[in-house]
């Protein structure tokens, strides 16, 4: 028979049956139910096993601080692990699946665990998993992860998206309880503009677990007006299924909304979660109060739940736990979960209440000064015994417990700036102390209980908040609600000989707190750590006040003086996939296409990330297997003929002003003052403590007007530094820069016959023969009848070489005029392995020489450093210990066997000497196969470089276990006195 | 955090790059006499004060002002932001 435990009454709608599976058992439920409100309606109360001792557990809430009922919910790609059955919303087709147990949830072979618990208590791998060393990493902690566990990934990409968004308003409400509503209600109806956030699905909050009136007429006809009219103001955004996870500086908050948790498959174009980003002027912490359970022998039972939890189940979904319940509690609201759930007509056994002076409930069964001291039922509770008054014990059957200690305000967000809270003995809990700026908490989550306490808290605290904003407000007109004062005795725990459960999710339990006070782990951070106690995914929401008054009662100290430990985001888990939102896979950060991009990829191009960046490492041609074959290809057409090679990503940044000259002049280290018009010159940049920062060419295209390029990697932090220096340094300079990377497509021609190639696509008006345009000439010429390009004589390759920039959007029509111009003369696209080998030939350092740890004097650019003028890091770039004869220089290698290969990261050693850091002698930092050379060649760091050329030298990569014999060469391998770049 | 500018108002932290203490607007004369130990200092030495700090951020994703912003670094409160060209010109920065 279905939903047995099914009783008439409440919010789920019965004109619609879902079915669903748990663990393979089909069952049914309500739209409006949660898998475990479904489940318990069908007699299940065994959901999971805990996570140490694998102790049989079902619901102990009925929401988002559930510690037990964790199951992993759907399958596929779409599994998720540790979802908890209390907030799950059930939908037709649900697959739900019990874990951390094997075989099956009632018979799971490591509850032998529990059998073990005397030597699994707090500390214990610590203590026993101590020797031998070497078994840790192997044996122990495997093994240890497998038996305590949670759910399994799916291990296959999430199909789903994630967004995130971005709010702003004047006033958050975080809750739509009593408080929550009456807020912004009044905050609505003052025209402010105002988000209303609740974790929950259905509005109201506790209203919807209870039986209280207002104005004497059901709670939910009051939610449901108020709710109404707040849908009703443009100004007023009420969020359901979203939790405020986070309260972060200045009025910023983190929500994570489930928009599709609840359906089987997301709809089409929406995302199932978004985390929003919410900056809100003012806020108003409305997320009511958690309670709390009191610790006794046995009381991690399936059917043992939170008295509040019992009640909702009973009267938000229609759902008796079991057919015979009792109540424990310290307070009096246990006994409204005592009355409602008769009123249900669930069969109450006994109202068990540890205070002697508890008041009369009519026409039940009240037990004063009675404590639960035990309870029985392996995998569901079947009976607990009561110490009455008078000390005699009874046993009284019952198949579910409602237990009530106490409530706690869920002042969490309150505490995100590291507040900390105050102890309030009024209701023996912790309440705000102090909030974030521009917060305020009403309603329960300040420590009011009483419903009337709640709706004129909100309304309240929303009016001041408006006030602060100089919004003015007035005050709705609240319903008539119960305002009983909240009396509670305080009770933590029942003492006994057996193990009373304090935190359920980590299996924390009175004794490990006990062992911790023993082993003087006595600091509730240090208490926290060594027990585990709250740490686990409900971050102890029921656990952690419990088990700091333990530890009060065992220092003899007040709770206050125990205090709490710090609340951090977030309340709630995030997924890491609704943080990481849509950056995922090739979407992780922003693709930057070069100009040419487009063409490349009609050739076939290979590509290659560079920083955001999408370059064409190189093109493949028919027949060509490997790429090597195609990069010497490249790299001999090139030094044959022509290649060209898109550079547009290269740094380039406009300067000018009548100061321009001036300015770049302190960037760079070498002279800049004096570069004349239509001139080139390389610079070497800085940092202002003397090391490299990086180079680049800068070009004088008019008096007062300059083009600089950077290296791609550092386009950024280059165009920062110089706004920085033009700023904060010499403020009165006539200079403006602008970053021009994406204006200009930029392309490297570079070979003995780029002069002719350029020559057919250059306008005839513009002579770049070698007499008008030298070696280091730059200027503004035309291409293709009369498209306005600038013309850069500059060789990174070592042959005649210039590069050609035109407007962007004409990149590919000018890679493409190029390509079609040169077909005689052999042009051949490049990418950026043949840039590599070009450079490395050419001995120019590049990112992998310029890496911030490097002087000018290791570059062998000593003496770029102007002796005589004052620019960023010269000062610093003369200190002793960065000019030391016996410095690092680099030096070009060369192996004395042809067949021999050089690799990067390889060191440098004397023959005969240690292979140790104590007599390294460098390293080498590039190296390529040369087509030039006709073998392997390095660059690399040397000491004393620059006076060993011709020493053979080891080059030893123990790694790999490799050591071969190298001659030490200049890093110039090809031209070096520059006749081919001058031709 | 929330800075807020003195040209656009109220912007998200997000969009600026942060550099360090705003002592780097004060950088000594390369040419003195004194330069290197001055230039070590300048390098090298930074209060670091628990309580308000004025440091240099970027609006990088934005109008591309250097700001000096004078923050409490134990509660984020910002107490004052500056254009950082106007605060080295009143130090006697100038060309």
Redesign the interface.
């Known amino acids: 028979m279905s939903q047995v435990n099914r009783l008439s009454g409440g919010r789920v709608d019965r004109g619609t049956t879902l079915s669903f599976a748990f663990d393979g058992k089909l069952y049914q439920g309500h739209p409006g139910d949660t898998l475990a409100s479904a489940l318990l309606a069908n007699g299940v109360r065994l959901m999971g096993r805990s996570f140490k001792y694998h102790r049989p557990r079902g619901p102990l809430s009925a929401g988002s601080e559930e510690p037990n009922a964790l199951v992993e919910l759907r399958s596929g790609a779409r599994r998720e692990p540790n979802t908890r059955a209390t907030v799950a919303e059930v939908f037709e087709g649900l697959v739900a699946t019990s874990q951390n147990r094997w075989p099956s949830l009632a018979v799971d072979a490591l509850s032998v665990n529990d059998r073990l618990s005397s030597f699994l208590t707090a500390g214990f791998y610590y203590k026993t998993f101590m020797w031998p060393k070497a078994f840790w990493e192997k044996l122990y902690e495997p093994a240890i992860r497998r038996a305590a566990g949670l759910g399994r990934l799916s291990g296959e990409a999430d199909p789903d998206v994630y967004d995130k968004g971005f709010l702003h308003c004047d006033l958050l409400v975080i809750g739509a309880g009593p408080a929550g509503l009456a807020a912004a209600l009044t905050a609505g109806r003052a025209g402010a503009r105002v988000i209303v956030a609740d974790e929950d699905f259905l509005p109201g909050g506790r209203l919807n677990a209870e039986t209280i009136t207002l104005d004497d007429a059901p709670a939910r006809d009051w939610v449901a007006a108020t709710v109404s009219e707040l849908a009703s103001l443009p100004n007023v955004r009420l969020m359901t299924r979203t939790t405020v996870y986070g309260a ?5 908050f983190g929500a994570l909304e489930r928009v599709s948790d609840h359906l089987a498959v997301p709809k089409p174009g929406t995302p199932r979660q978004i985390l929003w980003r919410l ?1 809100a002027k003012r806020s108003l912490l409305c997320a009511g109060a958690t309670e709390r359970p009191i610790a006794f022998e046995n009381n991690d039972r399936p059917g043992i739940m939170l008295a509040g939890a019992l009640r909702a189940y009973a009267n938000r979904w229609a759902v008796a736990a079991a057919r015979d319940v009792a109540v424990f509690t310290n307070n009096d609201d246990g006994h409204r979960t005592a009355r409602d759930l008769a009123a249900a007509g669930v069969h109450v056994t006994a109202v068990i209440d540890s205070r002697t002076d508890a008041p009369e409930i009519a026409g039940l069964p009240l037990f004063r000064g009675a404590v639960v001291t035990g309870t029985s039922g392996r995998l569901g509770l079947k009976s607990i015994t009561v110490r009455n008054a008078d000390g005699r014990t009874q046993e009284i059957a019952c198949g579910a417990l409602g237990v009530s200690g106490g409530w706690n305000p869920n002042l969490q967000l309150t505490c995100h ?1 590291r507040g900390r809270p105050r102890w309030d003995e009024t209701i023996a809990a912790f309440v705000p102390d102090g909030a974030p ?1 521009g917060l305020r908490v009403a309603g329960a989550a300040a420590g009011i209980f009483s419903t009337h306490g709640a709706l004129t808290g909100g309304a309240e605290g929303a009016r001041a908040a408006l006030a602060d904003l100089g919004i003015p407000a007035t005050l709705p007109d609240l319903p008539r609600a119960e305002d009983a004062p909240f009396r509670i005795a305080p009770l933590w725990q029942v003492k006994g000989k057996g193990r009373a459960w304090l935190d359920q999710q980590n299996d924390v339990t009175v004794k490990d707190v006990t062992l911790a006070h023993q082993e003087n782990f006595r600091s509730v951070e240090h208490l926290k750590r060594y027990t585990t106690l709250g740490m686990a995914t409900d971050q102890g929401k029921t656990a952690n006040v419990p088990a700091i008054a333990v530890m009060a009662e065992l220092t003899g100290k007040p709770i206050e003086q125990v205090g709490t430990t710090i609340y951090r985001p977030p309340y709630t888990p995030v997924a890491i996939g609704a943080l990481a939102g849509r950056s995922r896979g090739a979407d992780f950060r922003p693709r930057r296409l070069t100009p040419s991009h487009h063409w490349a990829q009609e050739q076939g191009a290979v590509f290659v990330e560079v920083g955001n960046w999408m370059r064409a490492q190189w093109f493949p041609r028919p027949g060509e297997s490997h790429w090597r074959q195609s990069v010497d290809r490249e790299v001999l057409a090139t030094r044959q003929a022509v290649g060209i090679c898109d550079v547009t990503t290269l740094g380039k940044i406009d300067v000018q002003g009548t ?1 321009a000259a ?1 300015f770049l002049d302190r960037l760079y280290c070498n002279g800049m003052a004096k570069l004349a018009i239509g001139r080139v010159r390389y610079g070497l940049m800085l940092r ?2 003397g090391m490299v920062k990086d180079d680049g060419t800068v070009a004088r295209l008019t008096e007062n007007h300059f083009v600089v390029t950077t290296t791609t990697a550092n386009a ?1 932090a280059v165009f ?1 530094h110089m ?2 220096c033009r ?7 006539d200079v403006q820069l602008i970053s021009t990377t994406d204006a200009w497509a930029q392309f490297s021609v570079a070979g003995p016959k780029s002069r002719e190639l350029l020559q057919r696509v250059i306008d005839p008006a513009c002579d770049i023969s070698n007499e008008a345009f030298p070696y280091m000439a730059c200027g503004a010429v035309t291409v293709c009848g009369g498209l306005r390009a600038r013309l850069f004589r500059i060789s990174f390759s070592g042959e005649l070489a210039y590069e050609i920039a035109v407007p962007a959007r004409y990149g590919d029509g000018l890679i493409r005029a190029l390509m079609a111009a040169g077909q005689d003369l052999g042009v051949t696209p490049y990418g950026t392995e043949t840039l590599g080998v070009l450079r490395i030939e050419k001995g120019h350092p590049a990112g992998n020489e310029l890496n911030g740890q490097t002087t000018a004097a290791n570059l062998g650019l000593g003496k770029m450093v102007s002796a005589t ?3 960023i890091g ?3 770039s ?2 002793e210990g960065m000019n030391r004869p016996d410095d690092l220089r680099l030096v070009g290698l060369k192996p004395l066997s042809p067949a021999d290969t050089i690799v990067n990261g390889a060191h440098l050693m004397t023959g005969g000497s240690p292979v140790d850091a104590a007599h390294d002698q460098g390293w080498v930092t590039s190296s390529c196969h040369s087509p030039h050379v006709g073998g392997s060649i390095g660059l690399g760091f040397l000491k004393r470089g620059d006076r060993r050329t011709g020493e053979i030298i080891h080059v030893v990569n123990p790694l790999a276990g490799t050591d071969i014999r190298a001659q030490v060469v200049s890093p110039c391998f090809i031209d070096p006195e520059g006749v081919r770049l001058r031709g | 955090m929330l800075i807020p500018h003195p040209l656009l108002g109220l912007r998200d932290a997000q969009e600026f790059t942060y550099l360090g203490d705003a002592a780097l607007i004060d950088r000594p004369d390369g040419l003195a006499a004194d330069a290197a130990g001055r230039f070590f200092d300048y390098g090298y030495l930074r209060d670091n004060p628990a309580g308000e700090h004025r440091e240099l951020w970027f609006h990088e994703q934005g109008d591309r002002s250097w700001l000096v912003v004078t923050r409490n670094i134990t509660t984020h409160e910002i107490v004052r932001v500056e254009l950082a060209r106007d605060v080295a010109l009143a130090r006697g920065r100038g060309r």
């Open positions: 972060f500086d200045h009025g910023i900056y700036h700026p100061d001036a202002e403590d950024i920062r706004e920085f700023q904060c340094l010499w403020p009165a300079l003028k004052d620019a010269i000062t610093l003369r200190r």
